[in-house]
């Protein structure tokens, strides 16, 4: 796949965002934005929530000790769910990074994909509500009094802009920017990390752009546009830096009843290693993985 044409604008032309839609602040806009399509919703609060609230920040929960307790959370709801049988000791930490690492695509892919707009991207300000029994994200937060105020969008946009959205100077712009930001994140995890369990290159970079592909191509399944998300996450990923920057391998599926879209992983999650009937379709560890196709 290959990055649009530079182009002033990109009005999401062929389908309409979902939810508020642009215009107004990114807060009220993700708002009305619906689960769809296998996309959780993101949502905007003010301020940093207290312990009380359930949310942590991702700063806080990867902090000296508090990953290493997440961690030892999902060993145990694994070895509960095994009857007792202990993982493999690495599945735990692949599934924390991992987790991680989608809860970053979600907070920028799911603006950025319905609504064209690109939050400022930083671990203290996105936030996971975890469930039980694994310590799983249930659900993720952009946090900020004003909320709009840091946000990118299209140049065109002139409602967000009073909302107080920032332009970017195009749409690549604004893709690019959004995938810098992942990427400044996603070196920010790489040195907080601290699980002592050795965690190769792709494993730390796989999971993110696999998520990237997931999240952009849900966003755009649920806006009624399904090669419009794939092209997405083409021109996100191949605009981004180094060692994200990479072709997207999201691409089309018509099996009935699916979401349109499927991907081939770059990266293990180790779900086989609990069960392996939990083998994924595209894992490369067990099958040789396909060539991307190009969107249409």
Do not use: I, K
């Not at 769910?81 to 987790?99: I, N």
């Not at 920032?166 to 990427?183: C, S, T």
């Not at 649920?222 to 191949?238: C, E, Q, T, W, Y």
């Amino acid at each position: 796949m290959s990055p649009s044409p530079r182009t002033a604008a990109d009005p999401l032309t062929g389908s309409a965002p979902v939810g508020g839609g642009a215009g107004t602040s990114l807060a009220d806009a993700l708002d009305g934005v619906a689960v769809a399509a296998g996309l959780r919703a993101v949502r905007v609060l003010d301020g940093v929530p207290g312990p009380a609230s359930g949310w942590t920040t991702l700063a806080a929960a990867l902090a000296p000790g508090a990953v290493e307790r997440w961690v030892a959370t999902t060993d145990a709801g694994l070895a509960a769910w095994r009857g007792g049988r202990p993982a493999p000791r690495q599945v735990a930490p692949t599934y924390v990074l991992g987790w991680v690492l989608d809860a970053l695509a979600q907070a920028g892919g799911t603006p950025y994909g319905l609504l064209r707009r690109a939050p400022a991207l930083d671990l203290g300000r996105v936030a996971v509500r975890r469930a039980r029994p694994l310590g799983q994200p249930a659900a993720v937060a952009l946090l900020g009094a004003g909320a709009g105020a840091s946000a990118r969008c299209l140049p065109g946009d002139a409602a967000a802009v009073r909302a107080g959205d920032r332009p970017a100077d195009d749409a690549d712009h604004l893709a690019a920017l959004l995938g810098a930001d992942l990427v400044a994140c996603a070196r920010r995890v790489e040195a907080l990390w601290a699980p002592r369990v050795r965690v190769g290159s792709l494993q730390r970079w796989g999971p993110l752009a696999d998520a990237l592909d997931s999240v952009l191509a849900s966003a755009g399944a649920a806006r009624g546009d399904v090669p419009g998300g794939l092209r997405d996450a083409a021109r996100v990923l191949a605009l981004a830096p180094e060692p994200l920057g990479r072709p997207a391998r999201a691409r089309p599926d018509a099996t009935p009843g699916g979401p349109g879209w499927t991907r081939d992983r770059r990266s293990c999650c180790f779900a086989h290693a609990v069960d392996p009937a939990l083998v994924c379709r595209t894992c490369p560890r067990l099958s040789a993985p396909r060539a991307p196709a190009t969107a249409p």
